[in-house]
């Protein structure tokens, strides 16, 4: 306390004496609560200011606009072909045994290399990743994959995956 006032009290009363007598007014707004009451004016983007035709020319200039009342189509970032990107080679692969080999399913596998392997391989096949006019040879390659990884997983036994499910709680 400085004089019998606090820090924050004397602060206000030296702004308060320093404020020009054209900021003085009466009729401000009373302030009030909720929601958006804490935006001012002050924030408000205001329009700049030209002195001259060319000045305000270069402010609302939008070349993109111009070139379609010109009838142009404005120049893309990457060209775009019209032509669908070829078939990926591992796509045309749909039949059951052409898969299994796309999978490398070996007979002593376990539970966390076939749940591996099934990432691995959805990682390039699944249908969303791949182009639209695709998505159907890759939903056929993921639903035998997945059948033959769910199939692989049924032939273990129980008790060795319990053993890998423990090991990998334990690391």
Known sequence: ???????????????????????????????????????????????????????EHLLHHNPYQDAIVAGERPAAAVEISDTPPPMPPHLRRITEKEVREDLGISPGDDAARLTVLRREFARLNHPDRVPTRYRTQATVRMMLANALIDDALRQIPPSATAYTAARRRQS
């Open 1 to 55: 306390m400085l004089f019998g006032k606090s820090l924050f009290q004397s602060v206000v009363d030296r702004l308060s004496a320093e404020r020009p007598p054209e900021l003085e007014t009466e009729d401000i707004a009373p302030r009030r609560r909720g929601r958006g009451s804490g935006v001012s004016a002050s924030f408000l983007a205001t329009a700049p200011q030209v002195e001259d035709e060319a000045e």
